[in-house]
């Protein structure tokens, strides 16, 4: 057992799948020498050397358009974009050609791959390198969607990535990257679309993503100081999605809250609050409330950026006035 | 070179089964049994010919929506694509794909491709492992001289050049985009050949209806991908006979020029320089009748196929086979 | 009063904008001489000259980004894009940028802009050139989102589009070129944010969008059949969103079913589910039931589309299942 | 052409204010009251004061997110930019924006984009409105080398060169990305001047640490496009003093490479050739003494404003200056 940031979990994760299997390699903008913006893949280059690590130019359609083509010829590749609002330039290639190409051909390609990006705000980089796009990825028939919140899912679900045979986007949150947390020795590899239940709680439930999941965490001791027993759920995957376990403790609390760092208007809160508004409507004892950044591009100065992404303040008056 | 005598019948054969497989194609859509759309390559089988007869087992093609004839050039059965265009259960792809869509993987046929530029990163990316694995495949993309003007056209030249893929791009100019010139939209005289330097590579143009000289080039550009030279970029001129997609009749092209250019069919051109080469007219109509009758066969075996099961609406999203989003 | 298809409504409201305005211009892929490639625009070029229409190369970025900067240095530009799903190549202009630049330099810069673009299934046209992408767009801050069902709102809310001051995604139906419908004479400007409730009932409130709106009235109709009285709403616009109407309804008809075509995962009728669900959670008889294309890319085959997308018959048997 | 003296003065005292503008906006950052990032253009000062010298009022410049000088020198108002790096109530877009988005319309500075090449068919777009109003305007877009590989860059310089959109597109090739060397990235030798050609533009090279020649290319495309003769393609060799944001050391920058380049500083030989044309020291100092104080003045406005009002927060979504989505 040994303490990791998340950022060298990352690293940690890209090792352990790169010395197990040759096929594994990573490209992206300074992922190689510099050991990427964000030193989440310091280190590798040197042990893995540059054909199995490198750097490409400024060219987001060319990295996640030369991972499907590479996965298609016998690679795992994993490729790296810098910011998830990247995804942006080239969300033809994620979205028209990585996403729907294994239904298109009837099962004929194969595409095991992994886009890693940065995601979220909070570091006050203004609206073009702050969003959080789990969204965006769900909306799209084909991918799989992973965010974790902890040092020890980031190398567990990286690794379970990896190793899956259909695409992933992977979500790491930039401002969990100095976090730290214990992760296990040895082999780490987790499972998709497995929510967890992070703490128990009987009144109301809370479900969570990425750097949202500290919060609720924060938020639900808060709560219990107050008399309200919350249950927080961490979703780590929206694509799987593990409903079993959502559903399951609804029907115990009866309440939920949803808690995303994504714009309001069809953030996956609104597909989660579908999902149960419909398949627990008899057991819901209120209105399942979404807190979400509201439906704005996020600004950069710092009093109004911590305005904007729901903070454990506004999680614990939400609940309060809803459920207290 | 000297392009022996099996292998120019080879390259008639295989034109010929092209233009036979899409003519039918478009009467199939006049009759409606072929919904959805086409873009035939009609006019411009020299291409897809010369680029498949010099290509290798493992080599890599991919295509666009307009890539019927290079998916039956690379050995695609042809009743499992006419399945497909007509949205049978023989389709090669279970009727998911469509005419635009058309892939078979086991002949290294990798995607026929529906957003302009698209695949140019993918092939380049299929080259990219061939070169990390150490195989010696390489990897072809075809596009259009539209495609040029793509963002993604420029990505994956500078990506293929600066790594020194074994991928070879392959511009069938055929100098019109759906109903707009060429000319109309680049400030270059080829859209292809003229952007070359750009990334360090030699501008190469061939002829694209003299399937000899497509035969020759592929070759060379092949075997320059091969020896870890890196990537060529080549421009093939050539024309469609038809409309660019469904019953289009492409009535935006002047008729001299369509006239001009249906002189130098490269079927008809092909033929005449195979029996000025003395091949006997006999072995030519032999071809012919056996490629029509390849046609007639995959087109009563697919018109007596059943639509695609419906259970296949909800499988081959993942891996898995399924569909399933959640637990 | 006249009718007109579809189709011809689109160059109705083109014409009227850039009869009444000279800064409206409009480019895009064959839209000059071609007049289109679904002949939307058929006519425009002859009647306002190459300067004001003119075609583009194959540069989705480069239409979309022009038409920003254009709009910057007052013109009032629109943009096609000849299908929906080619909003992925340029989804950076128009998510980063177009929707962005105004709150992000706080109000100096306006964008009077329209991107029209054919959307949606049916056509049998496989996975690259038949989705329905409206919940793409509404999930960005800054874009304004209509998706016309009939030829009058297609004159009515494309001139009220051009006429909006800030940018405007215009969706419309492929298949809906074809179909007929009365279009008043004279000048037509329609509201944006304002949904129509286009047959009264008192049981359930059906909402929908685009080709989902004739279907619905299909549905309704062999409802009543049924006896079950539908009410039926044309959202029209999924930003701004008529919430008052849809509340209304719902108030009414205590049951609440989504009509839409786009796959399953965030659709917008989960978040039109979490707002009915939250809001009216009181009023609420039953659950909200969502029909929806399921979560997968379009299929090419027309027995297989056909059973992808939302049919009356789905329609009709989800809602008699459970309201009947 | 002769430049005069009083432009040559103006010329010097743009880039000083730059420079001290930027050495302020590091101490600030190094003192933790600038947040988030800055990308500063230390040390490519000459090219944003010979441009800013070039352009008339209307003209419209488009940058990146090392886009403080151009910012500035199209005549922002220093305070109101510190404000806006602080993220204080006078920042000159309200704190929404931040380092990497200054903007102030009234002076054609037209913002400030960071994403990589988008920029590129915004300015083109703007040069379109100008051409289609027939106004004299001119459009100038600076970008980096790194850009030159994204697929807008190739979109943006294609359709402008078609449309000949009076727009200047300048690629500040400051021989690095983010940490990496553009020389890995491409296969030719200039990113820009090199690409130029697959537009039938012409490849231009200037010195970017020469502010005379800066000045006089800048003048030279301004005329061309107001003469309707379309774009150009400049490409300006400098180099920056710092790491690309915020406290990267640049460590990945050979030292003899960094040592070189510093003896370059556009502002050092700027000065020198001043002193040398016989301008008198003094003149020069006081410019310093005056610019410092504007900095000195700006910081002190800054630091003694407050964060914006919170209500801000939810305006100028939309034109009504709210950000309501529903009714
Ligand atoms: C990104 C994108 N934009 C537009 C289209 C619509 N479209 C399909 S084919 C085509 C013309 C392509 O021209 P070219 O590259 O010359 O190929 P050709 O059809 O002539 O073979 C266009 C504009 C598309 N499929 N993808
Ligand atoms: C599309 C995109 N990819 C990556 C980035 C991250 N990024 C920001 S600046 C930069 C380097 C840009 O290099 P260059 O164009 O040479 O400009 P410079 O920073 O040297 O001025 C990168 C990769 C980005 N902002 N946008
Ligand atoms: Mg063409
Ligand atoms: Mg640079």
């Known amino acids: 057992m040994a303490e990791l940031t998340y950022r060298d979990a990352v690293a940690r994760g890209l090792a352990q799948e790169m010395e197990r299997d040759e096929r594994v390699v990573l490209i992206g903008e300074d992922v190689a020498k510099a050991g990427g913006v964000f030193k989440t893949t310091a280190g590798l280059l040197e042990r893995f050397g540059p054909t199995r690590v490198r750097d490409t130019p400024i060219s987001e359609e060319a990295i996640t358009g030369m991972i499907m083509g590479a996965a298609m010829n016998g690679l795992r590749p994993v490729g790296e974009l810098m910011f998830s609002d990247f995804l942006a330039t080239c969300w033809d290639i994620v979205t028209n050609q990585i996403a729907k190409t294994r239904y298109m051909t009837n099962g004929q390609v194969e595409l095991p791959l ?50 899956d045979p259909d695409p992933v986007v992977f979500f790491e949150h930039k401002m969990l990257f100095p976090i730290k947390g214990e992760v296990p020795d040895g082999e780490l590899v987790d499972e998709l679309g497995t929510a967890r239940v992070l703490r128990e709680g009987n009144d109301v439930t809370l479900v969570a993503l990425a750097r949202m999941v500290p919060m609720a965490l924060e938020a639900a001791e808060a709560l219990a100081a107050a008399g309200i027993s919350v249950e927080v759920i961490d979703l780590r995957s929206l694509v799987p999605l593990d409903t079993r376990t959502l559903l399951g403790s609804v029907t115990k609390t009866s309440r939920l809250f949803t808690v995303e760092e994504n714009p309001r208007l069809i953030g996956w809160g609104a597909e989660i609050s579908s999902i149960v508004a419909e398949e627990l409507f008899w057991d819901l004892d209120g209105p399942i409330v979404r807190i979400t950044t509201p439906h704005i591009p996020l600004p950069a100065a710092d009093e109004l950026e911590d305005l904007a992404i729901p903070s454990v303040q506004r999680i614990v008056e939400t609940v309060r006035r809803s459920a207290g | 070179m000297e392009i022996d005598t099996p292998t120019r019948l080879s390259l008639y054969r295989e034109m010929v089964r092209a233009r036979y497989f899409e003519q039918r194609a478009y009467d199939l859509f006049i009759e409606g049994l072929l919904k959805g759309t086409t873009h035939l390559g009609l006019g411009q089988e020299a291409v897809a010919a010369g680029f498949a007869a010099a290509m290798r087992e493992g080599d890599m093609t991919y295509c666009t929506y307009r890539g019927h004839n290079h998916t039956l050039l690379r050995g695609a059965p042809m009743d499992a694509l006419m399945g497909e265009l007509l949205g ?175 002189k130098r069919d490269p079927i008809v051109l ?54 399933a989003w959640r637990n």
Not at chain 2, 186 to 212: F, K, T
Not at chain 2, 296 to 310: M, N
């Open chain 1, 114 to 163: 992994v886009i890693r990006t940065a995601n979220g705000g909070g570091a006050r980089f203004g609206g073009q390198h702050s969003q959080s796009l789990e969204n965006w990825a769900m909306a799209v028939p084909g991918l799989k969607v992973v965010a974790p919140s902890s040092p020890a899912d980031v190398v567990g679900l990286l690794a379970a990535a990896i190793r």
């Open chain 2, 88 to 262: 049978r259960a023989n389709g090669i792809c279970g009727g998911k794909g469509g005419s635009m869509h058309l892939t078979d993987v086991t002949k290294g046929a990798m995607g026929s491709y529906a957003i302009v530029g698209a695949h140019l990163p993918i092939a380049a990316g299929a080259a990219w492992a061939a070169q990390v694995r150490g195989t010696d495949q390489a990897s072809v993309c075809f596009f259009g001289d539209g495609t040029t003007n793509i963002g993604a056209f420029h990505e994956a030249l500078n990506i293929a050049a600066v790594w020194s893929l074994p991928v070879v791009f392959v511009c069938e100019n055929n100098l019109y985009m759906e109903y707009t010139p060429i000319g109309d939209v680049i400030a270059v005289e080829h859209p292809a050949a003229d952007r070359a330097p750009a990334y360090g590579l030699e501008g190469i143009i061939v002829d694209g209806n003299d399937v000899d000289a497509v035969y020759e080039t592929a070759l060379r550009a092949l075997a320059r991908a091969r020896r870890g030279e890196g990537p060529s970029l080549i421009e093939a001129k050539t024309y469609r006979h038809g409309g660019h997609s469904r019953a289009d009749p492409a009535k935006y092209r002047p008729s001299a020029e369509v006239e001009e250019w249906m």
């Open chain 2, 270 to 323: 092909y033929r005449d320089r195979l029996l000025a080469l003395a091949v006997e007219v006999g072995d030519l109509d032999q071809i012919e009748a056996e490629a029509l009758a390849e046609v007639d066969h995959a087109t009563e075996l697919t018109k007596a196929t059943p639509p695609p099961d419906v259970a296949g609406l909800m499988t081959e999203v993942w891996a898995d086979g399924g569909s």
